[in-house]
């Protein structure tokens, strides 16, 4: 299987979709902070991020469905330095695809003017 820029356009903006409903659900977990029986909800996609190469699309929609965000029944509270800490990653994160796919757009327009 080759490896091209559509390729990896497209793994990089499921990245950035992921990375966007995790700040959502990490905002939702620090906005309901002190909700009674609230479920603190993640996306944990770690495992996914060392395999760039495999088919991520089809490993992600098989693992998290039509939704990324699950509930977390393992913890019974919230921590509000955690969730403020996880948002922080989550930014990184962020920076991160979003200076992948600049890099992928370079690519793309100097093929297109070198074909020209």
Known sequence: ???????????????????????????????????????????????????MNSPIETKLSTALGPSGIMEDRTRSEIDIAEELSEIQKNSLMYSMATRRMSNIITQMKTVINVGK
């Open 1 to 51: 299987m080759s490896f091209t820029s559509l390729d990896s356009l497209g793994k990089t903006t499921l990245m950035l979709d992921l990375i966007s409903q995790r700040q959502r659900a990490l905002g939702s977990n620090i906005a309901n902070v002190d909700t009674p029986g609230y479920v603190r909800r993640d996306i944990d996609f770690s495992q996914y991020l060392g395999s």
